[in-house]
């Protein structure tokens, strides 16, 4: 039987160990996946956000920000789903957004968010997530 370590924190030391196939998958189990942005519902204009007229939503430029922030701003009749309306996203570009949302709880099923920029969003573990592939 395989056994990891459970730390405290990067300092304290080996506080536990487990079988293995208890901390859940490996990372090579995971998809291949690269951070992109964090997007963050505002009510407040921000500077520089641009108008997506078919979702009713502004949005900002997540590579001018410093720490990848997308700010959104929902019009009170966009079509899009309350949950990302409400909740904070975090984005991922993927190699194979197909093979990325096989068994995953879908939010919006993909769309071409710009020309060569395919998207989707899923709900893992209560988090809204967005996956990007570039085509």
């Known amino acids: 039987m395989q056994w990891h370590a459970v730390r405290a924190g990067p300092a304290q030391g ?15 189990e995971l998809p291949v996946a ?5 997007g963050v519902p505002t009510d407040q204009p921000q500077p520089d956000e641009v108008y997506l007229d078919g979702a009713k939503v502004y949005i900002t430029n997540a590579d001018t920000h410093p720490y990848r922030f997308e700010y959104l701003r929902f019009e009170p009749d966009t079509p899009l ?13 993927v190699d194979d957004l197909d093979a990325a949302l096989e068994g995953e709880s879908i939010l919006m099923e993909p769309f071409e ?8 969003f899923i709900v893992k573990d209560g988090v809204v997530v967005e996956l990007m592939q570039e085509v």
């Not at 080996?14 to 090579?28: F, H, L, N, Q």
């Not at 309350?82 to 909740?87: F, G, L, S």
């Not at 968010?113 to 989707?120: F, P």
């Open 14 to 28: 080996v506080i536990a160990e487990v079988p293995a196939d208890a901390v859940g998958p490996t990372r090579k």
């Open 34 to 38: 690269t951070f992109h942005h964090v």
């Open 113 to 120: 968010a710009m020309d060569g920029l395919r998207v989707a």
């Open 81 to 93: 789903p309350e949950r990302m309306q409400t909740n904070p996203h975090v984005a991922y570009m």
